[in-house]
């Protein structure tokens, strides 16, 4: 586990496991994309806690989770937040309270490839996947908490609705046809 040692993984996970959903942001067109996409994401992650914490010996599963993590919570999620969200909230110069939230994400994401390319690399074998497997669940739960209940609050009086609708546009350009599949994915493997 080396530099992802610090975590103390099991307790993170667990007490973020209790939290409920919060529903918010109703007027607010591009945020209600983001937390309906972090409802698909959060799936996935409980079906990865579960199967490590069961200790389920499947490498396709893994391979799938990951897939899912690289191609739809990272490349189609967190690129709308990188390059359109965050982007845009740099360039409204937005007080800095909010750009340190915005630095933070955005380290969070860097953290989350890495953590990805090790569940992918040990999908084989559960045992060695598992550390890894637990530290990106807890960061990505607690990375989601920091935008729906943190970022997301801070930024709305920055960022007016016409705008939001405008980025809803932006997101709709950037959303890959796989989309739909992969959240159909996830689906399956919630069932
Ligand atoms: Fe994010
Ligand atoms: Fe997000």
């Known amino acids: 586990m080396d530099e992802f040692d610090d975590l103390d993984l099991l ?17 607010y067109p591009a945020t209600i994309v983001l937390v309906e996409e972090h409802k698909t994401i959060k799936k996935a992650i409980d079906i990865l806690v579960n199967s490590v914490k069961n200790k389920v010996q499947d490498e396709s599963l893994y391979l799938n989770l990951a897939r899912f993590f690289s191609e739809y919570a990272d490349a189609i999620h967190h690129g709308k937040e990188e390059k359109i969200l965050f982007e845009y909230l740099k360039k409204k110069k937005v007080p800095e309270h909010v750009l340190e939230i915005v630095r933070e994400l955005e380290n969070d994401h860097v953290r989350g490839r890495e953590l990805v390319e090790k ?3 040990n999908a084989s074998d559960v045992e060695s996947m598992g550390d890894y497997a637990l530290a990106y669940a807890s960061m990505l739960r607690d990375h989601i908490l920091k935008e729906d209940e943190g ?6 009086p920055y960022l007016p609705v016409e705008e939001e609708e405008e980025m809803v546009k932006e997101f709709r350009k950037v959303d890959p046809s796989s989309k739909k599949e992969l959240e159909m994915l996830i689906e399956k493997m919630s069932l």
Not at 151 to 156: C, G, S, T, V
């Open 11 to 27: 307790e993170d996970v667990e007490s973020l496991e209790v939290q409920g959903e919060k529903e918010a942001h109703e007027e």
């Open 151 to 156: 970022l997301f609050e801070a930024m709305h």
């Open 119 to 121: 569940i992918r690399e």
